[in-house]
């Protein structure tokens, strides 16, 4: 393959990657990688390294977009994202046992099906734009979970509280703690921890994720700089792309319906799910 046509394919994907990263809040890599690998030839571990930089420019790009438009709230961002720190330094730790006794190819695959399986509460609220309200607990008050923003798909002003806080601390820790095992990104289950643990409004889920992702992957990625596994030519193709995709994610992520995005974010999740099955099985990556 020619260079040039090589780097072109490279800045193409990685629009795409940006552009449904930023929609999902799971963060540009998870569409990346596949296509690093399967379609551009990369090898697994400078692809893996490439979309932790391009997750990073998702976040540094969507995130602030989110936060200025007030649908990511950063008071539940950095009070969850103490669990999902904590939940990585265990993944690292475990990491030890886990590959001595060679269990990543089981882990992957039970993990690749619990995130297919998932994707059922997915369908349950597929038609809900707001999720009901829930009357929050002592900790949730205390935490004051709450916020507004302007739906401009609905043409309304959503206000919301978020419940279950232990719930959504537990999530987040499961998340830290399985992208620490399986150097996979932890944003999938953090948008289920806060949408369906915490009654979150999806919107609020994704954009907040999309905040918060880009800490993970900042430190995951120190280890790739470290171990020289980051091609400069590759993110200097990827990093603008990721950046404009998901600049344009985030600017029309409110003008779509919350169906819409969930119906977005449960294929990208079922593709993941696949993803780590075919990876357990030895057939990707």
């Not at 929609?23 to 390294?49: D, N, Q, S």
């Not at 008071?75 to 030890?96: D, M």
């Not at 030519?233 to 819409?260: D, E, H, W």
């Amino acid at each position: 393959m020619l260079v040039e046509l090589f780097l072109v394919l490279l800045f193409l994907s990685a629009i795409v990657a940006g552009l449904l990263g930023s929609l999902t809040g799971l963060g540009g890599g998870v569409v990346l990688t596949p296509i690093l690998v399967l379609f551009l030839g990369v090898p697994v571990p400078y692809a893996v390294g490439t979309s932790l930089i391009s997750t990073i420019s998702t976040s540094a790009s969507s995130g602030s977009r989110y936060l200025n438009a007030g649908i990511a709230n950063m008071r539940i961002a950095i009070s969850l994202e103490i669990a999902t720190t904590a939940g990585a330094i265990t993944g690292s730790f475990l990491e030890f046992l886990v590959e001595k006794y060679k269990l990543f190819t089981v882990l992957d695959i039970i993990f690749g099906i619990v995130l297919i399986f998932s994707t059922i509460p997915n369908f349950i609220r597929m038609s809900s734009e707001v999720p009901a309200y829930v009357s929050p607990d002592g900790l949730s008050k205390l935490m004051k979970l709450q916020g507004e923003y302007y739906d401009e798909a609905l043409r309304q002003k959503i206000r919301y509280h978020g419940v279950r806080y232990h719930v959504g601390l537990a999530g987040m820790y499961i998340a830290g703690l399985v992208s620490g095992l399986l150097g996979i990104g932890s944003g999938a289950l953090k948008v289920l921890a806060m949408d369906f643990g915490m009654n979150l409004p999806f919107k609020v889920s994704t954009a907040t994720s999309s905040f918060m992702i880009g800490v993970t992957a900042a430190t995951s990625s120190g280890v790739y700089w470290a171990l020289g596994l980051i091609d400069p030519i590759i993110i200097a193709a990827t990093v603008p792309g990721v950046f404009l995709g998901s600049s344009l994610g985030a600017r029309y992520l409110n003008r779509f319906l919350s169906r819409r995005l969930r119906q977005i974010f449960t294929l990208v999740l079922v593709a993941l799910g696949i993803q780590l099955i075919l990876r357990g099985l030895g057939i990707f990556g």
